[in-house]
């Protein structure tokens, strides 16, 4: 069966810890306040057994005003795989801000961050700057917004040279409000997982990944392609072979299964072009707050 433990996926959404306070000029304040949640979630991930990350703070930008950041008191580092398949942790609750558009969110992370495989922890190595930034949003006069960090793990650590002390952190975010995204979820027959897989399906272990592209009629591609997936699950098993992919925006898409593995990058660093072989792609349409099916 083939595997890969050079890859992983995380995502990151609103959730669930508490702020000690903001901080930061209320700039162009016009008086008029909304509310905003935010919280942190995790994709579904091949072979980690925790992906640790030491979350510290929250930066939220204003068009008009300063940078009002939310210093977080986390205990320990959060452990991304807690937090899969639409479960999350938050990191505001109802916060009163200023209403209007904010440019960009920031998560901020310290260095106590490590992965876990085979029962052996392996640190992480971040940049040097540990400010992690993704687009903004808009506060409504009035209203409450919430949104979700889509912290993706799979395009975010690599491991290049397959060595336990060179796994590296390159965030990669996306940002969404939790209004108008939905999930997509299915089933995967044990006769294509044993055909792709090259082996008899099995409860667990590795059982493939499902790769979602925005558009219908999709050529699916791998990771760091010019067509790449907006998120990659895998498949699990439970009653059945199945895999779910929350907080995806409201649109057309295309749904297609591989067995085969996707590495970010080669052993040079540089961005891996990998040659896998995928299902036909499924079309589906996602409705935000309703659950699109797609079998295989």
Not at 254 to 269: A, R
Request: aromatic share 6%.
């Amino acid at each position: 069966m083939k595997n890969s433990t050079k890859v992983f996926a995380v995502s990151a959404l609103a959730g669930a810890l508490a702020a000690c306070g903001g901080s930061g000029s209320d700039g162009g304040s016009t008086g008029q306040t909304g509310t905003v949640s935010v919280g942190l979630t995790d994709a579904p991930v091949d072979h980690a057994e925790a992906v640790n990350i030491e979350v510290t703070a929250l930066v939220l930008k204003h068009q008009d005003g300063s940078p009002v950041r939310y210093e977080l008191e986390i205990p320990e580092p959060v452990n991304l795989l807690d937090y899969q398949n639409g479960q999350v942790k938050a990191l505001l609750d109802r916060e009163e801000l200023d209403a209007g558009e904010y440019q960009w969110v920031r998560l901020e992370i310290g260095e106590n961050n490590n992965i876990v495989i085979d029962g052996g922890e392996n640190p992480l190595t971040t940049p040097s700057a540990r400010g992690i930034q993704t687009s903004g949003f808009t506060v409504p006069a009035g209203g409450e917004v919430a949104i979700t960090i889509d912290f993706d793990v799979r395009k975010s650590i690599v491991n290049p040279q397959n060595d336990p002390n060179s796994y590296k952190l390159k965030p990669v975010l996306r940002l969404v409000d939790n209004a108008q995204v939905g999930t997509i979820t299915g089933a995967v027959s044990a006769e294509l997982i044993t055909e792709a897989c090259g082996g008899v399906a099995t409860t667990d272990g590795f059982l493939g990944n499902i790769y979602v592209h925005a558009g219908a009629d999709q050529t699916p591609d791998d990771i760091g392609s010019a067509n790449e997936p907006l998120v990659v699950v895998p498949v699990e098993y439970g009653e059945e072979y199945s895999y779910q992919a929350s907080f995806i925006p409201e649109g057309d898409y295309t749904v297609s299964y591989t067995c085969d593995s996707d590495l970010i990058e080669d052993t040079e660093g540089n961005p891996s072009d990998d040659e896998l072989n995928f299902t036909n792609g499924q079309n589906a349409t996602v409705t935000a707050g309703e659950t699109t099916t797609v079998n295989f």
